[in-house]
């Protein structure tokens, strides 16, 4: 690997960024995680054998710190709620379906949310996708419009 770390974060921090961000719904956390899975990155970075694309590897060493933020508020006993200032208010229909897109895609189990969230949020393709997930392309493309069918499911189950 020729590139710089310098050169490697200018290139992948935005991906990564947008990764959490489709995690997290959190810029603040989202920024820190970023950061910290550059650092992680860099003490293991022996370990990166190329047989996925460095961005691909990058977003696993975030998924992973992700999940032990997760761990860490699960056993403090903090939430991760969306504050209430995102909630949309009665008269603005957009802001409205839009909630009820993203809470039908909280209701989708682990796995298909994680994966429309990085569709949708993180404009990753399905191979990259299912690179992330450590699945095959076929099968984040088919979970994927399995979730989409059951968002609509949802949303028309809530009219």
């Known amino acids: ?42 003490k293991s970075i022996k370990r990166f054998d190329g047989s996925c694309k460095l961005s691909v590897w990058l977003c696993q060493i975030a998924k992973h710190l992700w999940y032990k933020e997760l761990e860490r508020r699960k056993k403090h006993g903090l939430s991760l ?41 993180g404009e990753f393709g399905f191979a990259e996708i299912g690179e992330i997930i450590g699945k095959s392309e076929s099968f984040a493309r088919t979970t994927f419009y399995r979730a989409k069918e059951e968002i609509r499911r949802i949303i028309n189950a809530q009219s």
């Open 81 to 121: 709620e969306i504050p209430e200032d995102t909630a949309a208010p009665p008269e603005n229909v957009l802001h409205s379906e839009r909630n009820d897109l993203y809470m039908a895609i909280h209701k989708l189990s682990d796995m298909q949310r994680e994966i429309v969230l990085l569709r949708l949020s």
């Open 1 to 42: 690997m020729s590139d710089s770390i310098g050169e490697i974060y200018d290139k992948h921090a935005q991906t990564v960024y947008k990764f959490l961000l489709a995690q997290t719904h959190d810029p603040d956390l989202s920024e820190d995680l970023t950061e910290d899975t550059f650092l992680q990155a860099i």
